[in-house]
């Protein structure tokens, strides 16, 4: 199994609830370090096929970037993402790249929409601090059951910084996805990995934590990021 080691582990020293809020000096770090294009092709591109080989390191681990997280009220953030249609090494570079992304943030899911590519793929990773990383990178994910149980959660975004809300949810699921291989797998989830499974799978539908809260609630928060993003301090 390729293991990828977070540079920037140390930051989740507090084992963060979903989607942690950055902090000023690493976010501010992140939007240099990520300046470049995520030049993402799904169908047709000039990548070669899936030539992954789960046993060594692949190349591009080396080479590992932040992503710039966009944040509310970006539309794209809004937008139902489209299904991936090819796993290939650059879907590779991304997965990687997001992971990458929410550990330095830090965070412990990731949607591809939120770094401005609308596919349906998303990161996870809910590890506690002392033991070792234990990335998940899930394609097409689909939610097979839910359980009966909720289980109540303070969660935050990345895409929604600086704020949280508790939200109930199923507190036990599987979910079908294709695996960095393209390998069909099922996941029975509980506890922090269901809740984080539900809140990245909602990103892929369009949908956000603020979509949990009363109306009243929702147009506070979204009226406050549209006035950060006017004065480009939510930039
Ligand atoms: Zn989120």
């Known amino acids: 199994m390729v293991r990828i080691l977070p540079p920037a582990l140390s930051l989740q020293s507090f084992a963060p609830p979903i989607g942690t809020t950055s902090f000023g000096p690493d976010r501010a770090d992140l939007a240099v370090r990520a300046g470049r294009p995520v030049t993402f092709a799904l169908a047709g591109g000039a990548c070669p096929p899936l030539a992954i080989d789960p046993d060594g390191a692949a190349p591009y681990l080396s080479n590992m970037a932040t992503l710039p997280i966009i944040t509310l009220p970006n539309p794209l953030l809004r937008k139902r993402s489209a299904d991936v249609e090819r796993i290939d090494a650059e879907l590779g570079k991304l997965a990687d790249d997001m992971l990458e992304t929410m550990y330095a943030a830090p965070g412990v899911g990731l949607a591809a929409v939120q770094v401005g590519v609308p596919r349906r793929l998303i990161v996870i990773d809910t590890a506690k601090e002392d033991d070792p990383p234990a990335p998940l990178i899930l394609v097409n994910p689909e939610i097979v059951t839910l359980g ?43 506890g922090l990995l269901a809740t984080v499974i539900q809140h990245e799978i909602d990103h892929l539908n369009g949908k956000l934590i603020i979509d949990y809260l009363s109306r009243l609630k929702r147009d506070i928060i979204i009226r406050r990021f549209k006035k950060l993003a006017k004065t480009g301090a939510g930039a």
Do not use: W
């Open 148 to 190: 009966p149980d909720l289980r109540l959660h303070e969660e935050g975004c990345l895409s929604i910084p600086d704020e949280r809300f508790e939200i109930e949810r199923p507190a036990r699921l599987t979910v079908r996805y294709l695996d960095r291989n393209g390998k069909l797998q099922e996941l029975a989830a509980e």
